[in-house]
T-cell receptor
Framework: DAGVIQSPRHEVTEMGQEVTLRCKPISGHDYLFWYRQTMMRGLELLIYFNNNVPIDDSGMPEDRFSAKMPNASFSTLKIQPSEPRDSAVYFC?????????????FGPGTRLLVL | DQQVKQNSPSLSVQEGRISILNCDYTNSMFDYFLWYKKYPAEGPTFLISISSIKDKNEDGRFTVFLNKSAKHLSLHIVPSQPGDSAVYFCATLSAQKLVFGQGTRLTINP
């Protein structure tokens, strides 16, 4: 299995631009999580889906952030408009319902820099 | 309002010695704790966990200690090896979600 796939791996954009991060979970996994890593706050859960339905988006910073999961094999995290403080590494993770909650398989992350 | 705190951003240890990574938490209701390891350009991977009914859990070179009264946990790695150089995150489960600390970058020097 290829594991969780994220694209792009690196993104540099200018303030005000729209940014779209993509994630392909492991086949058969029915939970998908989006995290953000910063030096100050570590890893923060932004939103998670179960069977393509958003369950908890309380970690989404503000309305500029949105996430979708149109099908079981694809999810997007969009930032519009982007701001320099959004610069971080964004991780996607997935797991199966039958697995323990700590058994999340993380992707390699997307490093975002907003200038 | 960081619920899980790792106050040391970095730690440097000589190969063969013991590495001790620390973590504090704020809510005494937390009852399950975890450590994750992250290499550069990779996502975190689960390392070891401990339930609040225990005060120690050991897995090979890795041991996690839990002090509930102090709301403190630590990860001991002995002996430390160069491959242990990574960022280590402590975490807990809260409302079925993983809550992570800021991470500690461990460097093992030869």
């Amino acid at each position: 299995d290829a594991g969780v796939i994220q694209s792009p791996r690196h993104e540099v954009t200018e303030m005000g631009q729209e940014v779209t991060l993509r994630c392909k979970p492991i086949s058969g996994h029915d939970y998908l999580f989006w995290y953000r890593q910063t030096m100050m706050r570590g890893l923060e859960l932004l939103i998670y889906f179960n069977n393509n339905v958003p369950i908890d988006d309380s970690g989404m910073p503000e309305d500029r952030f949105s996430a979708k999961m149109p099908n079981a094999s694809f999810s997007t995290l969009k930032i519009q408009p982007s701001e320099p403080r959004d610069s971080a590494v964004y991780f996607c993770a997935s797991r199966q319902t039958i697995q323990r909650q700590e058994t999340q398989y993380f992707g390699p992350g997307t490093r975002l820099l907003v200038l | 309002d960081q619920q899980v705190k790792q106050n040391s951003p970095s730690l440097s240890v000589q190969e063969g010695r013991i590495s001790i990574l620390n973590c504090d938490y704020t809510n005494s209701m937390f009852d399950y704790f975890l450590w994750y390891k992250k290499y550069p350009a990779e996502g975190p991977t689960f390392l070891i966990s401990i339930s609040s009914i225990k005060d120690k859990n050991e897995d090979g070179r890795f041991t996690v200690f839990l002090n509930k009264s102090a709301k403190h946990l630590s990860l001991h790695i002995v002996p430390s090896q160069p491959g242990d150089s990574a960022v280590y995150f402590c975490a807990t489960l809260s409302a079925q979600k993983l809550v992570f600390g800021q991470g500690t970058r461990l460097t093992i020097n030869p």
